[in-house]
């Protein structure tokens, strides 16, 4: 019984470690807006048109009436965060050219475990001071030669002033980085647009006619007059429609593919913020590198608890170095991975960023290997096992909107609070969620309803198998030539605000910072 228990605390700081580290190896960096705030094979069991929902949903549950008041208060608060800020000319908006970033009381050389603060004074094209915050910027220091990074913290005064905090974690030459991602204005802008249509991605639905095939138009919302599929989940009331093919059922479609439609909201103004030279502007060319030494004089460094789920967090979070997380608040062991996972149920649902860690536990052990499910394509569902070790860990894409140019089978695909609320649980699963690329596209709406579902079956899951555990792991960031107005990292970063506020109220989930 000894060995299971710290077996099982083993894989817990095991799962700790790797949701750190795969995360910040893809999107460490920091970034601040304001100072506030077993395989599931069954039959997805959407309703189509004219159909009824054959059982009861499970306790508990939430009216939609009850939900749709859940989504509005998330919304009223973000909006407060978001206060439009529109402009006449582009002059008037923030430059990173023109503002002034100082580091006070600088010195020649820093100590390891100091604290650099840099004051940033915002200015638009013309030099003058801004008034007000909401810049979306990005911080962070590194050593690329000691494989070392960390994210800083940045607090908004709101009146276009900021304090920039590097935690001097390591020794050596360091390099620190703020970015101005996009200035106020452009925030504005992308919050404004994106709540606006739901058309920017155009899903195409192929169904199966006899011996042929036929295609439609498939969306979140369809503006057309033509008789529409809905496949509707009538308890969580999440909703898929497609134009219905003349004399072919609503149950015939198979697949699905999309494309970015040629459409926009932002005015022509507003487009030039995002052109690439004014996306992602260094603010720190001239104090780039700093030296940091050992120092004589450090103190000594308090003994640190061991990690944990449900520990709170600071901003940063931890650093890297030589490729190995060191988080601040406590202290992580080395662990053997197949060791940990010995026994273990692990459920990886949602996005391709959470497929690349089923990629990444099969590259790690060779034992686990892939069971062939007789479907193809990266997303279709993936299961790997090692039957020695009892381990089996399997991944299952979230529902709509799911964004792919390859086509895609839609024949078993289902939402995410479907899947948890068959999965059993006990304190040997371990369920990982990843949710929020698919859905910057799209007003935020659709988000926050499919994050309270997730929530709602969370809940329902811990109150009959308390030792579950759950990860909700947070977004990746995107390239910098991406296209901003779908993809903007600034829209994965208020999904992150919503997603926050959603789990506040469970305690026994480790929810990732996003350290941006």
Sequence with gaps: MTMKIANHKSLLVLLFILASWITFAVIQNSTKLWTALKLPFSLHHWNFVMKTQPEPPPNPIVSPTETALRIKRIM?????????????????????????????????????????????????????????GGDFLRARMSSPALKAGASGKVTDFNNGTYLVSFTLFWEGQVSLSVLLIHPSEGVSALWRARNQGYDRVIFTGQFNRGTSQVNTDCALALNSSAELCEYLDTRDQEAF??????????????????????????????????????????????????????????????????????????????????????????????????????????????????????????????????????????????LAVDLNENINIQWQRHSYPLIGSLTYSVKEIEYIAQVIDRIGGEKNTIIVISLGQHFRPFPIDVFIRRALNIHDAVQRLLLRSPETVVIIKAENIREMNVDVERFSDFHGYIQYLALKDIFQDLNKIKKEKYTL
């Design 76 to 132: 009223e608060k973000l909006d407060q965060l978001v206060p439009p800020r529109p402009f006449t000319a582009v002059s008037s908006t923030t430059s990173a050219t023109h503002s002034r970033a100082a580091v006070l009381s600088p010195r020649d050389t820093y100590c390891r475990g100091d604290r650099l603060d840099v004051l940033l004074e915002m200015r638009d094209h013309l030099g003058r001071r801004k008034e007000y």
């Design 241 to 382: 429609y497609c134009v219905k093919p003349p004399n072919v059922p609503c149950a015939a479609l198979t697949h699905m593919h999309s494309k970015n439609k040629d459409v926009s909201y932002l005015s022509k103004q507003e487009r030039s913020l995002f052109e690439r030279s004014n996306v992602g502007v260094e603010m720190m060319a001239k104090f780039n590198t700093i030296t940091v030494s050992k120092c004589h004089s450090e103190k000594t460094v308090p003994v640190k608890r061991q990690c944990k789920f449900g520990m709170a967090s600071t901003i940063p979070s931890g650093h890297v170095w030589k490729d190995t997380w060191n988080p601040v608040s406590c202290s992580l062991a080395a662990i053997e991975m197949k060791e940990c996972l010995r026994g273990k149920f692990i459920y990886l649902l949602g996005d391709s960023t959470i497929r690349q860690w089923m990629e990444y536990f099969k590259s790690s052990i060779n034992t686990l290997k892939s069971v062939d499910l007789h479907e193809s394509g990266k997303l279709q569902k993936q």
